[in-house]
């Protein structure tokens, strides 16, 4: 198992540009696939962004492409999130994790951190 912490959250205008980190603790953090998700007020839990184990892979929602880059530093036990263009309808606590494997769900997601809420004001 890997704990995970984000940070990077806050209120930013739209328009604007944040970018999260995910701190992971343990000595494997490279033989996980990581990934970021959030969760908007009344909505379900939704893919944002994945990325292989060597980052060699991204997958993105369609909401968010061409917008956000998803990242990682396996020396530094890193994920990041730079998101760009942000908009309103971003509006939502962003959550890292760690699995088995890169990919357009968070099927393969085992770990979870606590979160980092994001707004965007219009």
């Known amino acids: 198992q890997v704990q995970l912490v984000e940070s990077g959250g806050g209120l930013v205008q739209a328009g604007g540009s944040l970018r999260l980190s995910c701190a992971a603790s343990?000595?494997?953090?490279?033989?996980?696939?990581m990934g970021w998700f959030r969760q908007a007020p009344g909505k379900e839990r939704a893919f944002v962004a994945t990325?292989?184990?060597?980052?060699?892979?991204?997958y993105y929602a369609d909401s968010v492409k061409g917008r956000f880059t998803i990242s990682r530093d396996n020396a530094k036990n890193t994920v990041y999130l730079q998101m760009n263009s942000l908009k309103s309808e971003d509006t939502a606590v962003y959550y890292c994790?760690?699995?088995?494997?890169?990919?357009?769900?968070?099927?393969?997601?085992?770990?979870w951190g606590k979160g980092t809420l994001v707004t965007v004001s219009s």
């Open positions: 994790a760690a699995g088995i494997v890169a990919g357009r769900s968070s099927y393969g997601m085992h770990s």
């Open positions: 343990g000595r494997t953090f490279s033989s996980y696939a």
């Open positions: 990325i292989s184990t060597s980052g060699g892979s991204t």
